[in-house]
Each structure stands twice: as structure tokens, then as C-alpha cells.
């Protein structure tokens, strides 16, 4: 044979394992936002983790948490990576269904996630404190989205309601961003990593970090319903995945050493693959890194805390329990399989 012919025979048979090798692949579709807590989503991407158990994930980009919770719920995306509100439960009271499954991110005591933020020239005038903002304009990116939560418990924890204040809906981060700048707004809430860049960049001082106030399963991993009952094998496929992914994560960045963060092993590479996936500066990414679990549990308790509270406050229509929107039974097969 010559060596024309061989590479060409070479070529086919190159062609032929690589059909081969991704012919049992299955692609998912991941609805998620550019934040550092998405970090097990990029995390199990690049160090092939999901690509293990056969998963090839496609990201949709998102700007809010609720058009990733519709798109989850319509079956428009598999899986759904993003915050919990008041919109997500008042689609299951109202007969759709989707189901929160594992942790991606809660606020906790000693771990930068989201914060009150004060405009400068504010702060330089005395308001510094929760109690402060009385009467003041309060940035959040929508009714009923985990801000609106955060800043109405923050505000019943300092004697207030949020009758107290004027909330204003901007939609999205980057618009709570300008609005604090310009002084369209007094104050927002924000995660990371924008709270330390607008920190470095100088027009907004830090009020109170929300895990400091209270325990507060923010944002989660949802499964749309034809995903959680169809295709169970891929959906523990997949957690088996993103635990790896998060155990990766918790291990690298949330490592403590006599109750201080300490850089654990592969925290540049974490921080790098971070930063790719969101745009974010290198080091301002290591300066707010949010809290997870370490293998995905979910803090389940919470959830009904947080439909107590927007019911309350009337943003659910039809109160449920938190046993129609959480299904814990296949981040336990996922977790038995990798034990």
C-alpha cells in the first residue's frame, strides 16, 4: 500500500472510532447565567466530568434567573442553573413542573456571594447600615427574585419592611450595576463577582453581606420535568457529574485552615476556568467566591422557609409545599454510585 492510500485508509479509520466513541453521547442543554456560582457547570465541562458519564452540555445564556426557570419548566432546556424565586414557585402552584435537585450556591456566614451595596457619596454621608436605607431607592433586578428576597429579610431583621423602602426593578445585573453609578437608584443588591468590581471600581461601598444575616439556599440546579422523568438515568448521569464538579470546586477554593480560606490544590485552575466562562478579571474573581456544598446537597429545609416568606408577602398565589418542588431522590442515587 502506498502512502497515499494509507493515510487515506488511516483518515477513515480515525473517522470511524470517533463516531464510534460519540455515538452513545448525549447533548443537554443548560440554561445558566455568567456568575462565579456557576462555576461546577464550567468546572465539569472542562475537566471532563459530564463527558465521563456520556453528557455533552450546550449553554443557553441567561441575563435573570426566571426566563431560565420558564425555559426549564417549557422543556425548552434540560437543565436549569440559577436562582430560586417567587416565580418558580408560583408556576408549580399553578400546575407546571420543574424540580430543584442539587445546590449552586447559598449564602452563609464568612463567604462573599451577595451584598447590600450603598452608593459612595452616599456612604461618605452616614449610610452605612441596613437601618440607613429608610426611605431610600433600592435596586433589585425583579419582583420576586431572589434580591427582592434577600433585601426584604434583611430589612425585617433590622426592624424594617420593605414598605420602608422603594424598590426599584431594573431586570438585569448589569442595569443594578449602572443604576448605582449614576445614582439612578441608592443602593442594590449584587453578587459576585460584581460586588468587587464595582468595589474596585470605586462607586459603591459594601453594607452587609447577606450570609452574614442568614443561611439561604440561593441558587440551585432545576430539572425540567420531561428530563426528571424520562430520561432518569441521564439525569443521575448527570449529577454524578456535577458533584464531581463541586467536590473539584469546594476543594480548590473553600478550603479553611483555623477558620481562614486558604488556596487549596488547583485553585489558579479553578479561578482560570472561572474566569472564561464569565469575563471576569482573574483576581477579581478570587475575591468573592460563594459557598456550595460539597458534594451538591441541597438545603432542603430552606426552600419552605422561602415559600413561607413569599407567600406572606403575597408574591405566591397558591402556597405549596416544598415537597412539590424538590426531588432529592436522584442526587442519592447520583451520590451512591460515586461513594
Known sequence: MDKRNYSIVCGILALFINVLCFADETKLNVGVLKLTSSAPIFIGMEKGFFKAEGLILELQWFDAAQPIAVATASNKVEVGATGITAGLFNMVAGGQKLLIVADKGRESKGYSSSAVMVNTELWNNGVKKIHDLKGKKIGITQIGSTFHYMIGRLLEANGLTLKDVELVPLSKISALMAGLQSRQVDAVILNEPNITMVLKDGYGKLVIQVGDVMDYQTSAIFFS??????????????????????????????????????????????????????????????????????????????????????????????????????DSTLWEAAIKQLK
Open 225 to 326: 420535568p420531561d428530563f426528571a422523568k424520562n430520561r432518569r438515568d441521564n439525569a443521575v448521569k448527570f449529577l454524578k457529574g456535577y458533584i464531581n464538579a463541586t467536590r473539584y470546586y469546594h476543594d480548590a477554593v473553600l478550603t479553611k485552615k483555623d477558620g481562614k480560606s486558604v488556596p487549596g490544590k488547583n485553585y489558579d485552575e479553578v479561578i482560570a476556568i472561572i474566569a472564561k466562562y464569565t469575563g471576569t478579571p482573574f483576581e477579581d474573581i478570587k475575591n468573592g467566591l460563594p459557598n456550595m456544598d460539597r458534594d451538591g446537597r441541597l438545603l432542603e429545609a430552606d426552600i419552605q422557609t422561602q415559600i413561607d416568606w413569599y407567600a406572606a408577602n403575597q408574591m405566591i398565589e397558591k402556597k405549596i409545599s416544598s415537597k412539590e418542588v424538590t
